[in-house]
């Protein structure tokens, strides 16, 4: 397969695109997502405040079959910049919590293309677009994020993956979690994430390199946060967050958390001991 050119100028073409939505923040959703990661406590109601990360459940974007990429994917070239390297991931993110998000409220968002940047790795090139979102409640910014998107060539199949190290001790507060296809399935669902990795085996293994299905990253990340947001001292909020292995179907993670002082340190650990995220939080008033 041949390399694709990365036109890094062309690419910061997109630089400062912005693009405006608004949705109802539904409570109903929210109790789909609540039965999806097992969420305990009575069921969310409008009025209650949208669980920390939950966020990520709305402004969904629904596009007809021939819009869609083979990765199943939206097409690039629209708000996103059409990056040539196949395989897309999210990296990361920052996410500054500045009010509560009231459960049936309607919510605006401004996203806007804050940079793109060209690296090479030992995989080959990359390219990390950062999208910046605000989401506001009558007119007062409620919540402000960063998002990280890395794109790649994949990685060949078989691919030998790093040697964990035995990665850091367990936290303070620990839980345990097995994702299996239903849970998967039903994210995949609520986002409305037609991203084969999550769901196509034989992609999965037969494309991007992967052994099996991949955890979303974004649902490592809200499990992370909403550990974060139980066990702080005050409310949350901030919640910084970078992948650094994919967690795979069929691997049991285990999410840690070490409070020290007003802040915290997060990681969700693999069976060998590697670390597949880990995250950083902060608490206020």
């Not at 890094?8 to 609540?34: F, K, N, V």
């Not at 239903?182 to 994210?187: A, E, K």
């Not at 990795?197 to 099996?212: F, T």
Request: net charge negative; hydrophobic share 35%; charged share 20%.
């Amino acid at each position: 397969m041949s390399t694709p050119t990365i036109d890094i100028e062309h690419l910061r073409g997109w630089i400062g695109r912005s693009q405006t939505d608004s949705d109802p923040a539904l409570a109903r959703h929210a109790r789909l997502m609540a039965a999806t990661v097992d969420r305990p406590g009575p069921a969310l109601a409008d009025g209650d405040p949208l669980p920390h990360c939950w966020h990520w459940l709305y402004f969904l974007e629904g596009l007809p079959p021939g819009r869609l990429g083979p990765d199943g994917h939206p097409e690039r070239g629209g708000f996103m910049p059409p990056v040539p390297l196949p395989n897309r991931m999210w990296a990361g993110g920052d996410v500054r919590f500045e009010g509560p998000i009231p459960l049936g409220a309607t919510m605006d968002k401004r996203s806007t293309i804050k940079s793109v940047e060209h690296k090479s790795g030992r995989s080959g090139d990359l390219v990390f677009v950062t999208v910046e979102h605000e989401i506001s409640v009558d007119g007062s910014r409620r919540l402000h994020e960063l998002q990280n998107i890395v794109y790649k060539s994949p990685a060949p199949a078989g691919n030998a993956r790093p040697p964990a190290d035995g990665g850091p001790a367990p936290g303070q507060h620990v839980r345990k979690l097995t994702p299996d296809t239903t849970m998967l399935f039903r994210y995949s669902a609520l986002t409305f994430n037609g991203h084969r990795i999550h769901y196509d085996q034989d992609y999965c293994r037969d494309v991007e390199g992967y052994d099996n299905c991949v955890i979303h990253g974004p649902l490592v990340a809200t499990l992370l946060c909403g550990l974060a947001a139980d066990v702080g001292p005050a409310p949350l909020c901030r919640f910084s967050y970078r992948g650094l292995r994919p967690a795979i179907l069929g691997v049991d993670l285990e999410f840690n958390a070490t409070v020290e002082g007003n802040s915290a340190r997060l990681w969700s650990r693999l069976p060998d001991g590697g670390v597949s995220m880990q995250a950083e939080a902060e608490y206020g008033d």
